[in-house]
Protein backbone atom coordinates (compact mmCIF):
# COMPACT_ATOMS: atom_id res chain seq x y z
CA UNK A 1 0.00 0.00 0.00
CA UNK A 2 0.90 3.60 0.21
CA UNK A 3 2.62 2.99 3.75
CA UNK A 4 5.52 0.84 1.92
CA UNK A 5 8.15 1.98 -0.51
CA UNK A 6 6.97 -0.34 -3.91
CA UNK A 7 9.53 -1.21 -6.75
CA UNK A 8 8.80 0.98 -10.27
CA UNK A 9 9.75 0.25 -13.40
CA UNK A 10 10.05 2.77 -16.32
CA UNK A 11 10.21 2.28 -19.62
CA UNK A 12 12.03 4.91 -22.06
CA UNK A 13 11.46 3.78 -25.56
CA UNK A 14 13.95 0.57 -25.76
CA UNK A 15 15.32 1.69 -22.32
CA UNK A 16 14.13 0.12 -19.02
CA UNK A 17 15.20 1.51 -15.41
CA UNK A 18 13.83 1.08 -12.01
CA UNK A 19 13.19 2.93 -9.07
CA UNK A 20 11.75 2.55 -5.49
CA UNK A 21 8.77 4.69 -5.02
CA UNK A 22 9.15 5.58 -1.22
CA UNK A 23 6.54 5.44 1.20
CA UNK A 24 4.27 8.68 1.18
CA UNK A 25 6.63 10.33 -1.30
CA UNK A 26 5.17 11.49 -4.84
CA UNK A 27 6.07 9.14 -7.67
CA UNK A 28 8.48 12.49 -9.10
CA UNK A 29 9.78 13.00 -5.78
CA UNK A 30 10.84 9.03 -5.23
CA UNK A 31 11.85 8.94 -8.93
CA UNK A 32 13.66 12.48 -8.49
CA UNK A 33 16.04 11.48 -5.43
CA UNK A 34 16.96 7.96 -6.68
CA UNK A 35 18.47 10.00 -10.07
CA UNK A 36 15.92 9.80 -12.23
CA UNK A 37 15.16 12.57 -14.75
CA UNK A 38 11.60 12.71 -15.35
CA UNK A 39 9.97 16.12 -17.15
CA UNK A 40 7.64 18.03 -14.94
CA UNK A 41 6.81 21.33 -14.51
CA UNK A 42 4.00 22.84 -12.21
CA UNK A 43 4.56 19.69 -9.21
CA UNK A 44 0.70 20.24 -8.34
CA UNK A 45 -1.35 18.10 -10.91
CA UNK A 46 -2.11 21.74 -13.27
CA UNK A 47 -0.21 21.11 -16.20
CA UNK A 48 -0.26 17.70 -16.80
CA UNK A 49 3.71 17.68 -18.18
CA UNK A 50 4.47 14.95 -16.10
CA UNK A 51 2.33 12.80 -17.64
CA UNK A 52 3.53 9.19 -17.53
CA UNK A 53 1.20 6.12 -18.80
CA UNK A 54 0.74 3.79 -16.35
CA UNK A 55 1.16 -0.26 -18.39
CA UNK A 56 0.80 -1.66 -14.94
CA UNK A 57 0.13 -1.22 -10.94
CA UNK A 58 -2.61 1.11 -9.30
CA UNK A 59 -1.68 4.52 -9.11
CA UNK A 60 -3.02 6.74 -6.47
CA UNK A 61 -3.57 10.29 -7.37
CA UNK A 62 -4.23 13.35 -5.08
CA UNK A 63 -7.32 15.42 -6.55
CA UNK A 64 -8.47 17.44 -9.02
CA UNK A 65 -6.32 17.15 -10.96
CA UNK A 66 -5.77 18.09 -14.58
CA UNK A 67 -6.54 14.61 -16.39
CA UNK A 68 -9.68 14.62 -18.44
CA UNK A 69 -11.43 11.16 -18.30
CA UNK A 70 -10.20 9.86 -21.48
CA UNK A 71 -6.32 9.96 -20.25
CA UNK A 72 -7.48 8.10 -17.16
CA UNK A 73 -8.89 5.39 -19.80
CA UNK A 74 -5.99 5.43 -21.15
CA UNK A 75 -3.65 4.65 -18.38
CA UNK A 76 -2.37 8.31 -18.08
CA UNK A 77 -0.87 9.33 -14.65
CA UNK A 78 0.54 12.63 -13.00
CA UNK A 79 3.84 11.69 -11.25
CA UNK A 80 3.77 15.19 -9.29
CA UNK A 81 0.20 14.15 -7.63
CA UNK A 82 0.48 9.76 -7.72
CA UNK A 83 1.54 8.00 -5.26
CA UNK A 84 2.57 4.22 -5.96
CA UNK A 85 -0.05 1.33 -4.38
CA UNK A 86 1.45 -1.35 -5.48
CA UNK A 87 4.21 -2.24 -7.98
CA UNK A 88 4.20 -0.58 -10.97
CA UNK A 89 5.43 -0.38 -14.26
CA UNK A 90 5.17 3.07 -16.28
CA UNK A 91 6.46 4.35 -19.54
CA UNK A 92 7.09 7.85 -21.30
CA UNK A 93 3.77 8.54 -23.69
CA UNK A 94 5.79 8.86 -27.21
CA UNK A 95 4.89 12.34 -28.07
Not at 7 to 12: A, D
Not at 22 to 45: F, H, I, N
Not at 58 to 76: F, H, S
Amino acid sequence: GLRSAQPVTLRRGEETLTFTAEAGKTLLESAVAAGQRLPWSCGMGGCGACTLRCVSGDVVMQEPNCLTAEERAAGDILTCVGYAAGPLTLELPRR
